[in-house]
């Protein structure tokens, strides 16, 4: 087989490279290349690499940016053309990078070369016509997701932040039906998109020489695919008795609330119920399956009003957060270019995000914000992000990145889990902190969104891996994402669906081609770094009423994991703050502990039978 490389003479490659290698498989006397490449001109690939792809990056950043910012036909076209430009140069480095499998390298280069090939989430073909494809049905799907609308029977046509307040507001099961069956109208037109992004991108993990794409994204983890799959089935198993415990107390509660034909009391609970769009996190939910006697009489979302939080004020306290840990104040660039209010006049992708345009200072967030509780701890999500870019921004190119994925998406919801009672009364949001008898009801608060979350976070990429790996074939993507969402979730679609709808695409990380699984390992991560870095506080009460606000300890110690970006494998990052190299999901059960006990009781007294 020949493969082309640009930039090189032409080189034999076995089979063997091309195929079901993984990026983490070292040199084996399988990887004939017969042109041995030397450690000079590893070292000057890479510098090659690394500053071509940091210029490239900065193109597409703004390219992105404008068009996230502003949907229009002609900003899809300048984001396709620029992303066309960036992937296929991407996969030239990638295809290059295979070859120095014999050459002597560093462990620095190694990782560097490793990272250069496994790193791209979404592979074009070396075809340079099927390039120009994907990178143009990738700006569409975007765009349909950014654009999407339902117009409600009363008339009112609204965007997914609008449709979002009703899921999480209302309790007419009716209304709520209509925004959730409405919202997936607008992936119905995504399948064919869709289907053929992936076989394009499989096609392009071919040419990597992976077997298919979902072994593209499972090769990103410092570890073997198969290795990590098994990883998260351990994390999985941790976890689950906590969230069948939750599952069967809300499913009871919202039988209570909404009778037996809206809500069975037994079964997978309809996913219109939970306050939520995607039914993926319930805090939303609180008040219909709170504890009458352990409730902590206050909910964020009516201090922020009380206190009259404008949506920049909300993005302020949460930098002062951060600033209380030792971090240096956002740039002044943050607050001229960030995106806080969805804007009147035109289309704009309002899925909360942050931004690093040039790789150094310009960090950014854009969000839609909404004055309540979930957008305040989602602004401290997306901080996270910037003050991880900032912390790593001197590193190598190809370092400026996190340990690994989930690590990215851990930062800012660490901060987050400080937002304890004694917190919000330090900073005048609070005037009285419940004592400790209302613990249960902080806890479940808590759970309903980090607890319930965690199927979700891992069923999406389940989904996914089997579609890239062509287990589940295009007629069977509606039904299989059901299957999955009742196997690890225990939720059912409130009505009758079949494959002419496309239910994954109303998922902003479907189509928008964003890994999910990383969100999961976030949600096991978080647990472990509020943990550790409580530890090093003077904090002497359960662990759920600590806060690290102030804590410039705490602070720099996480800096000190920021700063190293992806230049270590993640267990050595994760070292530096937890003092362990494994990923444990016993912090979630030690920190919710006592609300298990809680639920097992509940559960048991109401005689509830639980699982579905
Ligand atoms: O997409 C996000 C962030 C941006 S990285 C707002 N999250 C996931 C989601 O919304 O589905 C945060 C939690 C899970
Ligand atoms: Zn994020």
């Given at each position: 087989?020949?493969?082309?490389?640009?930039?090189?003479?032409?080189l034999?490659?076995?089979?063997?490279?091309?195929?079901?290698?993984?990026?983490?498989?070292?040199?084996?006397?399988?990887?004939?290349?017969?042109?041995?490449?030397?450690?000079?001109?590893?070292?000057?690939?890479?510098?090659?690499?690394?500053?071509?792809?940091?210029?490239?990056?900065?193109?597409?950043?703004?390219?992105?940016?404008?068009?996230?910012?502003?949907?229009?036909?002609?900003?899809?076209?300048?984001?396709?053309?620029?992303?066309?430009?960036?992937?296929?140069?991407?996969?030239?480095?990638?295809?290059?990078?295979?070859?120095?499998?014999?050459?002597?390298?560093?462990?620095?280069?190694?990782?560097?070369?490793?990272?250069?090939?496994?790193?791209?989430?979404?592979?074009?073909?070396?075809?340079?016509?099927?390039?120009?494809?994907?990178?143009?049905?990738?700006?569409?799907?975007?765009?349909?997701?950014?654009?999407?609308?339902?117009?409600?029977?009363?008339?009112?046509?609204l965007?997914?932040?609008?449709?979002?307040?009703?899921?999480?507001?209302?309790?007419?099961?009716?209304?709520?039906?209509?925004?959730?069956?409405?919202w997936?109208?607008?992936?119905?037109?995504?399948r064919?998109?869709?289907?053929?992004?992936?076989?394009?991108?499989?096609?392009?993990?071919?040419?990597?020489?992976?077997?298919d794409?979902?072994?593209?994204?499972?090769?990103?983890?410092?570890?073997?695919?198969?290795?990590?799959s098994?990883?998260?089935?351990?994390?999985?198993?941790?976890?689950?008795?906590?969230?069948?415990?939750?599952?069967?107390y809300?499913?009871?509660?919202?039988?209570?609330?909404?009778?037996?034909?809206?809500?069975?009391?037994?079964g997978?609970?309809?996913a219109?119920?939970?306050?939520?769009?995607?039914?993926?996190?319930?805090?939303?939910?609180?008040?219909?399956?709170?504890?009458?006697?352990?409730?902590?009489?206050?909910?964020?979302?009516?201090?922020?009003?009380?206190?009259?939080?404008?949506?920049?004020?909300?993005?302020?306290?949460?930098?002062?957060?951060?600033?209380?840990?030792?971090?240096?104040?956002?740039?002044?660039?943050?607050?001229?270019?960030?995106l806080?209010?969805?804007?009147?006049?035109?289309?704009?992708?309002?899925?909360?995000?942050?931004?690093?345009?040039?790789?150094?200072?310009?960090?950014?967030?854009?969000?839609?914000?909404?004055?309540?509780?979930?957008?305040?701890?989602?602004?401290?999500?997306?901080?996270?992000?910037?003050?991880?870019?900032?912390?790593?921004?001197?590193?190598?190119?190809?370092?400026?990145?996190?340990?690994?994925?989930?690590?990215?998406?851990?930062?800012?919801?660490?901060?987050?889990?400080?937002?304890?009672?004694?917190?919000?009364?330090?900073i005048?949001?609070?005037?009285?902190?419940?004592?400790?008898?209302?613990?249960?009801?902080?806890?479940?608060?808590?759970?309903?969104?980090?607890?319930?979350?965690?199927?979700?976070?891992?069923?999406?990429?389940?989904?996914?891996?089997?579609?890239?790996?062509?287990?589940?074939?295009?007629?069977?993507?509606?039904?299989?994402?059901?299957?999955?969402?009742?196997?690890?979730?225990?939720?059912?679609?409130?009505?009758?669906?079949?494959?002419?709808?496309?239910?994954?695409?109303?998922?902003?990380?479907?189509?928008a081609?964003?890994?999910?699984?990383?969100?999961?390992?976030?949600?096991?991560?978080?647990?472990?770094?509020?943990?550790?870095?409580c530890?090093?506080?003077?904090?002497?009460?359960?662990?759920h009423?600590?806060?690290?606000?102030?804590?410039?300890?705490?602070?720099?110690?996480?800096?000190?994991?920021?700063?190293?970006?992806?230049?270590?494998?993640?267990?050595?990052?994760?070292?530096?703050?937890?003092?362990?190299?494994?990923?444990?999901?016993?912090?979630?059960?030690?920190?919710?502990?006592?609300?298990?006990?809680?639920?097992?009781?509940?559960?048991?007294?109401?005689?509830?039978?639980?699982?579905?």
């Open positions: 087989m020949n493969l082309f490389v640009p930039r090189q003479s032409r034999t490659i076995t089979v063997a490279i091309m195929l079901g290698l993984s990026a983490c498989d070292d040199a084996s006397s399988d990887n004939q290349v017969t042109d041995q490449k030397t450690n000079i001109q590893a070292k000057q690939f890479l510098a090659e690499a690394e500053a071509t792809l940091s210029q490239l990056s900065i193109e597409q950043n703004r390219a992105e940016w404008i068009y996230n910012n502003f949907i229009t036909h002609d900003t899809a076209q300048l984001a396709a053309k620029v992303g066309e430009k960036r992937t296929a140069t991407s996969v030239q480095f990638a295809t290059q990078a295979a070859l120095y499998n014999q050459t002597p390298l560093s462990k620095i280069e190694k990782r560097k070369l490793n990272i250069l090939r496994s790193s791209l989430v979404l592979p074009a073909p070396l075809d340079p016509n099927k390039n120009a494809e994907l990178a143009q049905i990738n700006a569409e799907l975007n765009g349909l997701y950014g654009k999407g609308k339902y117009c409600l029977k009363d008339g009112r046509c965007t997914q932040p609008a449709l979002s307040v009703i899921m999480a507001e209302s309790k007419n099961p009716a209304l709520l039906l209509e925004v959730w069956e409405g997936r109208n607008i992936a119905k037109p995504m064919p998109l869709f289907e053929r992004e992936v076989a394009l991108a499989n096609e392009g993990a071919k040419d990597l020489g992976f077997k794409l979902s072994v593209l994204w499972r090769s990103q983890y410092d570890m073997k695919p198969d290795d990590f098994k990883e998260l089935d351990r994390l999985w198993t941790q976890v689950k008795p906590l969230y069948d415990s939750l599952h069967c809300v499913r009871g509660e919202l039988n209570q609330e909404y009778g037996d034909t809206i809500a069975p009391a037994n997978p609970i309809p219109h119920l939970l306050g939520n769009m995607w039914a993926q996190s319930w805090g939303n939910i609180y008040d219909a399956v709170a504890p009458a006697d352990a409730d902590p009489g206050y909910d964020i979302t009516q201090l922020l009003r009380e206190k009259d939080y404008s949506e920049t004020k909300m993005v302020e306290q949460a930098e002062n957060f951060f600033s209380s840990l030792g971090f240096a104040p956002l740039p002044e660039t943050f607050w001229e270019r960030s806080f209010t969805q804007p009147a006049d035109r289309d704009v992708v309002c899925h909360a995000s942050a931004w690093d345009l040039d790789d150094l200072d310009d960090i950014r967030i854009k969000m839609c914000i909404q004055r309540d509780a979930e957008d305040f701890i989602t602004i401290h999500h997306e901080l996270g992000h910037n003050y991880y870019q900032r912390a790593y921004k001197n590193q190598p190119f190809i370092f400026k990145n996190s340990a690994n994925d989930g690590f990215h998406e851990a930062i800012g919801d660490t901060v987050a889990l400080s937002i304890t009672p004694s917190y919000l009364q330090q005048g949001l609070l005037e009285t902190v419940p004592d400790a008898s209302k613990d249960i009801g902080l806890l479940l608060r808590q759970a309903l969104d980090k607890v319930a979350f965690l199927p979700f976070g891992l069923m999406i990429d389940q989904w996914r891996w089997k579609v890239f790996s062509g287990e589940i074939t295009p007629e069977q993507y509606n039904q299989s994402w059901w299957e999955l969402r009742e196997k690890y979730q225990g939720v059912k679609s409130p009505v009758e669906r079949n494959e002419t709808d496309f239910d994954p695409g109303a998922k902003y990380h479907v189509p081609n964003v890994p999910y699984t990383r969100y999961f390992l976030a949600h096991i991560l978080q647990f472990q770094f509020h943990r550790a870095l530890d090093m506080t003077q904090n002497t009460g359960p662990i009423r600590c806060s690290i606000y102030g804590d410039k300890d705490a602070g720099a110690k996480l800096n000190t994991m920021l700063e190293m970006g992806q230049s270590q494998p993640w267990p050595e990052a994760l070292a530096v703050v937890t003092g362990s190299q494994e990923m444990d999901a016993n912090a979630v059960l030690e920190y919710f502990a006592p609300l298990q006990t809680w639920l097992n009781e509940q559960n048991k007294l109401a005689n509830r039978q639980c699982g579905w």
